[in-house]
Protein backbone atom coordinates (compact mmCIF):
# COMPACT_ATOMS: atom_id res chain seq x y z
CA UNK A 1 0.00 0.00 0.00
CA UNK A 2 1.36 3.02 -1.36
CA UNK A 3 0.53 6.66 0.64
CA UNK A 4 0.82 9.95 -0.77
CA UNK A 5 -0.85 13.51 -1.16
CA UNK A 6 -1.61 13.36 2.77
CA UNK A 7 0.68 16.08 4.29
CA UNK A 8 -2.41 18.80 2.98
CA UNK A 9 -4.51 17.88 5.32
CA UNK A 10 -2.96 16.71 8.46
CA UNK A 11 -3.48 19.55 10.41
CA UNK A 12 -6.57 19.08 10.22
CA UNK A 13 -7.03 15.10 10.74
CA UNK A 14 -5.22 15.71 14.17
CA UNK A 15 -8.21 17.48 15.53
CA UNK A 16 -10.92 14.88 17.45
CA UNK A 17 -13.28 16.63 17.24
CA UNK A 18 -15.10 20.65 16.10
CA UNK A 19 -18.55 21.92 16.06
CA UNK A 20 -18.16 25.31 14.29
CA UNK A 21 -16.23 25.59 11.07
CA UNK A 22 -12.85 26.35 10.76
CA UNK A 23 -12.21 26.47 7.09
CA UNK A 24 -16.05 27.91 6.16
CA UNK A 25 -15.20 31.35 3.71
CA UNK A 26 -17.95 32.96 5.54
CA UNK A 27 -21.84 32.97 5.95
CA UNK A 28 -22.78 32.57 2.42
CA UNK A 29 -21.28 29.01 3.34
CA UNK A 30 -22.68 28.28 6.73
CA UNK A 31 -24.45 30.67 9.38
CA UNK A 32 -25.64 30.12 12.30
CA UNK A 33 -28.89 28.61 11.51
CA UNK A 34 -27.32 25.71 8.87
CA UNK A 35 -24.77 24.61 11.84
CA UNK A 36 -27.63 24.44 14.20
CA UNK A 37 -29.38 22.14 12.06
CA UNK A 38 -26.33 20.42 11.23
CA UNK A 39 -25.60 19.57 15.24
CA UNK A 40 -29.07 18.92 15.59
CA UNK A 41 -29.42 16.02 12.88
CA UNK A 42 -26.48 14.36 14.28
CA UNK A 43 -27.91 14.52 18.00
CA UNK A 44 -30.83 12.55 16.03
CA UNK A 45 -28.67 10.19 14.70
CA UNK A 46 -26.65 9.50 17.74
CA UNK A 47 -29.85 9.01 19.77
CA UNK A 48 -31.24 6.47 16.78
CA UNK A 49 -28.82 4.67 16.23
CA UNK A 50 -28.93 1.03 18.26
CA UNK A 51 -26.44 -0.78 19.89
CA UNK A 52 -25.31 -2.87 16.38
CA UNK A 53 -24.25 0.63 15.27
CA UNK A 54 -26.72 -0.19 11.99
CA UNK A 55 -29.61 2.24 12.34
CA UNK A 56 -32.09 -1.22 11.39
CA UNK A 57 -30.34 -1.32 8.47
CA UNK A 58 -28.59 -3.72 7.02
CA UNK A 59 -27.41 -1.69 3.84
CA UNK A 60 -23.43 -1.39 4.66
CA UNK A 61 -23.52 1.59 2.53
CA UNK A 62 -26.47 3.32 3.75
CA UNK A 63 -24.73 3.08 7.41
CA UNK A 64 -21.81 4.08 5.84
CA UNK A 65 -23.59 7.24 5.06
CA UNK A 66 -24.38 7.81 8.62
CA UNK A 67 -20.52 7.41 9.80
CA UNK A 68 -20.17 9.82 6.85
CA UNK A 69 -22.61 12.30 7.83
CA UNK A 70 -20.18 12.71 11.59
CA UNK A 71 -17.08 12.29 9.63
CA UNK A 72 -17.91 15.39 7.58
CA UNK A 73 -18.55 16.97 10.58
CA UNK A 74 -15.17 17.02 11.99
CA UNK A 75 -15.94 13.99 14.47
CA UNK A 76 -13.59 10.93 14.37
CA UNK A 77 -14.10 7.33 15.42
CA UNK A 78 -13.71 6.77 18.92
CA UNK A 79 -12.52 10.06 20.04
CA UNK A 80 -14.75 13.24 21.75
CA UNK A 81 -18.92 13.27 21.76
CA UNK A 82 -19.52 11.35 18.63
CA UNK A 83 -16.48 8.97 18.80
CA UNK A 84 -18.76 5.65 19.48
CA UNK A 85 -21.72 7.15 17.69
CA UNK A 86 -18.78 6.92 14.66
CA UNK A 87 -16.93 3.69 15.94
CA UNK A 88 -19.96 1.61 16.14
CA UNK A 89 -21.54 2.40 12.13
CA UNK A 90 -17.62 1.88 11.33
CA UNK A 91 -17.35 -1.25 12.58
CA UNK A 92 -20.64 -2.65 11.43
CA UNK A 93 -19.13 -2.07 7.74
CA UNK A 94 -16.16 -3.52 8.79
CA UNK A 95 -17.60 -6.97 10.47
CA UNK A 96 -20.02 -7.71 7.62
CA UNK A 97 -17.17 -7.46 5.21
CA UNK A 98 -17.27 -10.71 3.22
CA UNK A 99 -14.14 -12.59 2.57
CA UNK A 100 -14.40 -11.73 -1.20
CA UNK A 101 -14.02 -8.19 0.05
CA UNK A 102 -17.78 -7.46 -0.64
CA UNK A 103 -19.95 -5.13 1.72
CA UNK A 104 -22.91 -5.82 0.98
CA UNK A 105 -24.98 -8.65 3.30
CA UNK A 106 -28.39 -7.88 1.74
CA UNK A 107 -30.23 -8.35 -1.85
CA UNK A 108 -27.69 -8.94 -4.15
CA UNK A 109 -29.35 -6.56 -6.08
CA UNK A 110 -27.89 -3.82 -4.20
CA UNK A 111 -24.18 -5.52 -4.02
CA UNK A 112 -22.77 -2.20 -5.46
CA UNK A 113 -24.20 0.31 -4.21
CA UNK A 114 -23.91 -0.66 -0.95
CA UNK A 115 -20.54 -1.79 -1.90
CA UNK A 116 -19.32 1.65 -3.22
CA UNK A 117 -20.56 4.22 -0.70
CA UNK A 118 -19.32 1.85 2.02
CA UNK A 119 -16.35 1.46 0.39
CA UNK A 120 -16.39 5.78 0.35
CA UNK A 121 -17.04 5.88 3.95
CA UNK A 122 -14.28 3.62 5.15
CA UNK A 123 -12.05 5.39 2.57
CA UNK A 124 -12.77 8.56 3.99
CA UNK A 125 -12.71 7.36 7.59
CA UNK A 126 -9.06 5.82 6.51
CA UNK A 127 -7.43 9.07 5.31
CA UNK A 128 -8.78 11.08 9.05
CA UNK A 129 -7.34 8.40 10.85
CA UNK A 130 -4.72 5.55 9.53
CA UNK A 131 -6.20 3.27 11.07
CA UNK A 132 -5.47 -0.67 10.16
CA UNK A 133 -8.19 -2.54 10.31
CA UNK A 134 -9.51 -0.03 7.89
CA UNK A 135 -6.93 -0.51 5.41
CA UNK A 136 -7.39 -4.25 5.38
CA UNK A 137 -10.91 -4.37 4.26
CA UNK A 138 -10.36 -1.12 1.98
CA UNK A 139 -7.50 -3.05 0.11
CA UNK A 140 -10.16 -5.99 -0.52
CA UNK A 141 -12.99 -3.59 -1.25
CA UNK A 142 -10.97 -1.87 -4.18
CA UNK A 143 -9.89 -5.22 -5.77
CA UNK A 144 -13.31 -6.53 -5.57
CA UNK A 145 -14.11 -2.71 -7.60
CA UNK A 146 -11.18 -3.56 -10.18
CA UNK A 147 -12.65 -7.06 -11.00
CA UNK A 148 -16.29 -6.54 -11.37
CA UNK A 149 -15.64 -4.02 -13.64
CA UNK A 150 -17.26 -4.78 -16.76
CA UNK A 151 -15.27 -4.66 -20.23
CA UNK A 152 -16.81 -1.39 -21.25
CA UNK A 153 -15.60 -0.10 -18.02
CA UNK A 154 -19.33 0.13 -16.18
CA UNK A 155 -20.33 -2.05 -13.30
CA UNK A 156 -23.10 -4.33 -13.10
CA UNK A 157 -25.61 -4.28 -9.80
CA UNK A 158 -24.89 -7.81 -8.79
CA UNK A 159 -20.68 -8.11 -7.82
CA UNK A 160 -19.76 -9.65 -10.60
CA UNK A 161 -17.76 -9.50 -14.04
CA UNK A 162 -20.04 -8.62 -16.96
CA UNK A 163 -19.48 -7.31 -21.05
CA UNK A 164 -21.45 -4.17 -20.48
CA UNK A 165 -22.13 -2.01 -17.26
CA UNK A 166 -25.54 -1.31 -16.15
CA UNK A 167 -26.19 2.56 -15.62
CA UNK A 168 -24.54 5.39 -14.48
CA UNK A 169 -25.43 5.63 -11.40
CA UNK A 170 -22.84 2.42 -10.42
CA UNK A 171 -20.26 3.85 -12.01
CA UNK A 172 -20.27 6.96 -9.76
CA UNK A 173 -20.57 4.83 -6.52
CA UNK A 174 -17.42 3.28 -7.51
CA UNK A 175 -16.10 6.60 -8.70
CA UNK A 176 -16.29 8.10 -5.40
CA UNK A 177 -14.64 4.83 -3.85
CA UNK A 178 -11.90 5.08 -6.10
CA UNK A 179 -10.85 8.91 -5.87
CA UNK A 180 -11.92 8.85 -1.96
CA UNK A 181 -8.95 5.89 -1.91
CA UNK A 182 -6.43 8.09 -3.74
CA UNK A 183 -7.17 10.90 -1.61
CA UNK A 184 -6.45 8.77 1.78
CA UNK A 185 -3.69 7.16 0.29
CA UNK A 186 -4.49 4.03 -0.96
CA UNK A 187 -3.25 2.80 -4.59
CA UNK A 188 -5.62 2.50 -7.32
CA UNK A 189 -4.97 1.05 -11.08
CA UNK A 190 -5.19 3.66 -13.86
CA UNK A 191 -6.58 1.01 -15.90
CA UNK A 192 -9.16 0.79 -14.22
CA UNK A 193 -10.37 4.57 -14.28
CA UNK A 194 -9.48 5.21 -17.54
CA UNK A 195 -11.73 2.54 -18.65
CA UNK A 196 -14.82 4.28 -16.41
CA UNK A 197 -14.14 7.48 -17.39
CA UNK A 198 -15.14 5.82 -20.90
CA UNK A 199 -18.15 4.92 -19.82
CA UNK A 200 -19.47 7.87 -18.39
CA UNK A 201 -18.78 9.58 -21.31
CA UNK A 202 -20.79 6.93 -22.94
CA UNK A 203 -23.65 8.24 -20.72
CA UNK A 204 -23.89 11.66 -22.10
CA UNK A 205 -26.40 12.41 -24.85
CA UNK A 206 -27.80 15.26 -26.82
CA UNK A 207 -31.42 16.32 -28.00
CA UNK A 208 -30.60 14.59 -31.22
CA UNK A 209 -29.04 11.78 -29.53
CA UNK A 210 -25.18 12.10 -30.12
CA UNK A 211 -22.92 11.29 -27.12
CA UNK A 212 -20.15 12.99 -28.86
CA UNK A 213 -17.31 10.40 -29.29
CA UNK A 214 -17.35 9.96 -32.56
CA UNK A 215 -17.95 13.55 -33.34
CA UNK A 216 -17.35 15.66 -30.26
CA UNK A 217 -17.72 19.08 -31.75
CA UNK A 218 -21.13 18.33 -33.18
CA UNK A 219 -22.06 17.18 -29.69
CA UNK A 220 -20.63 20.67 -28.21
CA UNK A 221 -22.81 22.66 -30.40
CA UNK A 222 -26.25 21.01 -29.27
CA UNK A 223 -27.74 21.09 -25.65
CA UNK A 224 -26.94 17.64 -23.77
CA UNK A 225 -26.68 15.92 -20.36
CA UNK A 226 -25.82 12.44 -18.78
CA UNK A 227 -28.36 10.06 -18.62
CA UNK A 228 -28.96 6.81 -16.33
CA UNK A 229 -28.52 4.37 -19.00
CA UNK A 230 -28.69 6.16 -22.68
CA UNK A 231 -31.93 7.72 -22.22
CA UNK A 232 -33.93 10.52 -20.82
CA UNK A 233 -31.69 12.78 -18.56
CA UNK A 234 -32.46 13.28 -14.57
CA UNK A 235 -30.93 16.12 -12.60
CA UNK A 236 -29.54 13.30 -10.76
CA UNK A 237 -27.40 12.10 -13.51
CA UNK A 238 -26.57 15.40 -14.80
CA UNK A 239 -24.77 16.21 -11.06
CA UNK A 240 -23.56 12.14 -11.46
CA UNK A 241 -21.65 12.81 -14.57
CA UNK A 242 -19.92 15.76 -13.45
CA UNK A 243 -19.11 14.12 -10.06
CA UNK A 244 -17.51 11.16 -11.83
CA UNK A 245 -15.34 13.61 -14.32
CA UNK A 246 -14.26 15.98 -11.77
CA UNK A 247 -13.30 12.49 -9.27
CA UNK A 248 -11.09 11.09 -12.24
CA UNK A 249 -9.88 14.46 -13.27
CA UNK A 250 -11.46 15.15 -16.22
CA UNK A 251 -11.49 18.62 -15.25
CA UNK A 252 -11.66 20.07 -18.62
CA UNK A 253 -14.14 17.90 -19.89
CA UNK A 254 -16.83 20.23 -22.09
CA UNK A 255 -19.40 17.98 -20.71
CA UNK A 256 -19.03 19.06 -17.26
CA UNK A 257 -20.13 22.66 -17.95
CA UNK A 258 -23.55 21.57 -20.47
CA UNK A 259 -24.22 19.31 -17.23
CA UNK A 260 -23.41 22.19 -14.87
CA UNK A 261 -25.34 24.34 -16.73
CA UNK A 262 -28.55 21.85 -16.10
CA UNK A 263 -28.26 21.51 -13.02
CA UNK A 264 -28.30 25.71 -12.13
CA UNK A 265 -31.19 26.19 -14.65
CA UNK A 266 -32.58 23.70 -12.53
CA UNK A 267 -32.38 25.32 -9.33
CA UNK A 268 -32.44 28.52 -10.62
CA UNK A 269 -35.92 28.14 -11.49
CA UNK A 270 -37.02 27.08 -7.69
CA UNK A 271 -38.49 29.83 -5.33
CA UNK A 272 -36.45 30.05 -2.14
CA UNK A 273 -37.59 28.27 1.07
CA UNK A 274 -39.96 30.51 2.69
CA UNK A 275 -41.75 31.37 -0.27
CA UNK A 276 -45.45 29.41 -1.25
CA UNK A 277 -43.67 26.28 -2.39
CA UNK A 278 -39.98 26.11 -0.49
CA UNK A 279 -39.00 23.19 -2.61
CA UNK A 280 -36.01 22.73 -4.87
CA UNK A 281 -35.97 20.13 -7.88
CA UNK A 282 -33.06 17.91 -5.85
CA UNK A 283 -35.32 17.57 -2.47
CA UNK A 284 -34.93 13.70 -2.81
CA UNK A 285 -31.61 12.80 -0.66
CA UNK A 286 -30.05 10.86 -3.57
CA UNK A 287 -30.03 13.93 -6.03
CA UNK A 288 -29.20 16.51 -3.30
CA UNK A 289 -26.08 14.43 -2.63
CA UNK A 290 -24.70 14.40 -6.06
CA UNK A 291 -25.81 18.38 -6.65
CA UNK A 292 -24.15 19.12 -3.96
CA UNK A 293 -21.08 17.49 -4.77
CA UNK A 294 -21.24 18.49 -8.31
CA UNK A 295 -21.42 22.11 -7.06
CA UNK A 296 -18.66 22.13 -4.46
CA UNK A 297 -16.15 20.63 -7.43
CA UNK A 298 -17.49 23.49 -9.84
CA UNK A 299 -16.39 25.69 -6.95
CA UNK A 300 -16.51 29.42 -7.90
CA UNK A 301 -19.36 31.56 -9.03
CA UNK A 302 -22.00 28.34 -9.50
CA UNK A 303 -21.05 27.17 -6.16
CA UNK A 304 -21.40 30.15 -4.47
CA UNK A 305 -24.83 31.26 -6.37
CA UNK A 306 -25.95 27.56 -5.36
CA UNK A 307 -24.98 25.91 -2.42
CA UNK A 308 -27.19 28.51 -0.17
CA UNK A 309 -30.07 27.61 -1.42
CA UNK A 310 -29.58 23.81 -0.74
CA UNK A 311 -28.47 25.20 2.45
CA UNK A 312 -31.66 27.17 3.24
CA UNK A 313 -33.44 24.55 1.60
CA UNK A 314 -31.90 21.87 4.31
CA UNK A 315 -32.08 24.41 7.28
CA UNK A 316 -36.61 24.66 6.25
CA UNK A 317 -37.12 21.25 6.01
CA UNK A 318 -35.39 19.48 8.75
CA UNK A 319 -38.26 18.00 11.28
CA UNK A 320 -38.51 19.31 14.54
CA UNK A 321 -40.19 18.00 17.48
CA UNK A 322 -38.25 18.67 21.29
CA UNK A 323 -40.72 16.40 22.72
CA UNK A 324 -40.30 13.04 20.51
CA UNK A 325 -36.32 12.38 19.69
CA UNK A 326 -37.10 9.82 17.15
CA UNK A 327 -38.53 12.57 15.21
CA UNK A 328 -36.58 15.77 16.32
CA UNK A 329 -34.03 16.76 13.80
CA UNK A 330 -34.37 13.78 11.27
CA UNK A 331 -34.45 14.58 7.62
CA UNK A 332 -37.18 11.77 6.01
CA UNK A 333 -35.98 10.54 2.52
CA UNK A 334 -38.71 7.12 1.64
CA UNK A 335 -38.36 7.82 -1.77
CA UNK A 336 -35.45 5.80 -2.09
CA UNK A 337 -34.80 3.63 1.30
CA UNK A 338 -37.92 2.79 3.42
CA UNK A 339 -38.78 2.98 6.90
CA UNK A 340 -35.67 4.15 9.96
CA UNK A 341 -33.25 3.26 7.08
CA UNK A 342 -34.44 5.83 5.19
CA UNK A 343 -35.06 8.16 8.24
CA UNK A 344 -30.98 7.64 8.22
CA UNK A 345 -30.15 8.27 4.82
CA UNK A 346 -32.21 11.29 4.56
CA UNK A 347 -30.79 12.73 7.83
CA UNK A 348 -27.04 11.55 6.69
CA UNK A 349 -27.13 13.19 3.48
CA UNK A 350 -28.35 16.62 4.67
CA UNK A 351 -26.46 16.79 7.57
CA UNK A 352 -22.81 15.61 4.86
CA UNK A 353 -24.36 18.65 2.60
CA UNK A 354 -24.67 21.03 5.38
CA UNK A 355 -20.77 19.99 6.73
CA UNK A 356 -19.25 20.58 3.50
CA UNK A 357 -18.08 24.12 3.75
CA UNK A 358 -15.88 22.57 7.05
CA UNK A 359 -13.64 20.55 4.36
CA UNK A 360 -13.10 17.68 6.94
CA UNK A 361 -13.35 15.15 4.73
CA UNK A 362 -10.11 14.13 2.91
CA UNK A 363 -11.77 14.54 -0.27
CA UNK A 364 -13.18 17.72 0.18
CA UNK A 365 -9.50 19.32 0.36
CA UNK A 366 -8.52 17.18 -2.49
CA UNK A 367 -6.31 18.97 -4.93
CA UNK A 368 -6.19 18.14 -8.77
CA UNK A 369 -4.61 15.23 -9.77
CA UNK A 370 -2.71 14.62 -12.87
CA UNK A 371 -4.77 13.53 -16.17
CA UNK A 372 -5.69 9.36 -16.27
CA UNK A 373 -4.42 9.72 -19.56
CA UNK A 374 -0.62 10.99 -18.86
CA UNK A 375 -0.31 8.50 -15.72
CA UNK A 376 -1.31 5.80 -18.41
CA UNK A 377 1.51 6.83 -21.10
CA UNK A 378 3.94 7.39 -17.95
CA UNK A 379 3.38 3.72 -17.01
CA UNK A 380 3.71 2.66 -20.35
CA UNK A 381 7.10 3.97 -20.76
Not at 128 to 150: E, F, P, W
Not at 195 to 209: E, L, N, P
Not at 283 to 304: C, F, I, M, N, P
Request: with cysteine; aromatic share 8%; proline share 3%.
Amino acid sequence: MRHFCRSVFISILSISCLTTPILSQGEWETTPASERALQKGLQWLSKNQGPEGNWNSNDLGVVGMGALAFLSAGYLPGRGRYGGTVERALNYVIRNAKPSGLLNVSNAQRDMYNHGLATFALGQAYGMTSDKKLSTVLDKALKLIANTQAEDGGWDYRARRQSRGHDLSLVVMQAKALRGAMDSGLEVSPEVVGSAIQSVRRYYKTKTGKNGLSNPRAAMLEAGQFTYSGGHGTLAMAACGVVCLQEFGQYSDWRIGKNMDVIQAAIGRETLPGSRNGKLPCEDSYTLYYVGQALYQAGGARWKQSYPKLRNYLVASQMLNASDSTQDGLWRDHKRVGGQPGDLYGTAVACFVLAMPNRYLPILQEGKIDSIASKLKKKKK
